[in-house]
C-alpha cells in the first residue's frame, strides 16, 4: 500500500515538474526579453554569414525569466469581487477609472451569466496601485493576486479568476504563480512521503 501511495506521489511530481517546464518555456517563448534576443542573435548570426567571422555567443547574465505586468495592466487594471448566490468570483480587467471599471465589469459578467445588470452585486473594487499597497510579495507584479495574509506571508491567493482582459502580460504572470505554486505543492508531498 505505501508502495503504491509513493508511486502516485512520484507520478504526480513528475507531473508537476513537466507542467512547470513546459509553462516555463511558454512564458519565456512570449515575453519580450526572449524576442529581443533572438532578434540579436539572427543579427548577429546574419552578420557571421555575411562576412564569415566568429562572434561570441550572447551572454545570459542577469537573465530575467520572470513575467513583468505591461505599462497597460500598471495603469488600468482593477480587480473586483463578484458575489453570485452560489460563490464569488474574482474578477480582473482593465478600465480607464473606478467607475469605468464598475460599470464595464457589471455588463460584462451580466451578459456571462444571463442576469440583469441590477442583480450584479461586486464588492472589494480595488485599482493596481491599491493592490501593489496593500500586497506583501516580493514580487510586487505578484501583489495583484494576492487575497489574504498571516503574518509575513501570503496565505491565500486568487483561486479561479475570470480575466475580463486580453493583457498576455496578466495571465502569464498568473499561470507562473500557479506553476510556482504546484511546484512547491509537489516538493512538499514528496518530502512528506520520504519521511
Known sequence: ????DLAVLWGVGILALACLVVCGVYLYWSSEKYRRRKKRFDK???????????????SLTGADMGTQL?????????RAVFDNTHH????????????????????????????AAQNV???????????IDIGISE????????????????????????????????????AELYADLARELALS???????
Open 44 to 58: 548577429q548570426m546574419s552578420g557571421i554569414r555575411a562576412t564569415g567571422k566568429n562572434r561570441t555567443s550572447l
Open 70 to 78: 505591461s505599462h497597460r495592466c500598471k495603469t488600468s487594471l482593477y
Open 121 to 131: 452585486r461586486l464588492s472589494n473594487l480595488a485599482s493596481f496601485q491599491e493592490m
Open 139 to 174: 514580487d510586487r507584479d505578484l501583489r495583484v493576486f494576492e487575497l489574504a495574509w498571516k503574518g509575513q506571508s501570503v496565505s491565500a491567493w486568487v483561486g479561479h479568476p475570470l480575466f475580463l482582459t486580453d493583457d498576455c502580460t496578466l495571465l502569464g504572470k498568473w
Open 189 to 195: 508531498m514528496i518530502d512528506r512521503a520520504r519521511g
Open 88 to 115: 464569488e468570483s474574482i474578477v480582473f480587467l482593465l478600465a480607464a477609472s473606478r467607475d469605468d471599471a464598475r460599470e464595464r465589469a457589471v455588463g460584462a459578467l451580466a451578459a456571462i451569466h444571463g442576469i
Open 1 to 4: 500500500m505505501a508502495y503504491a
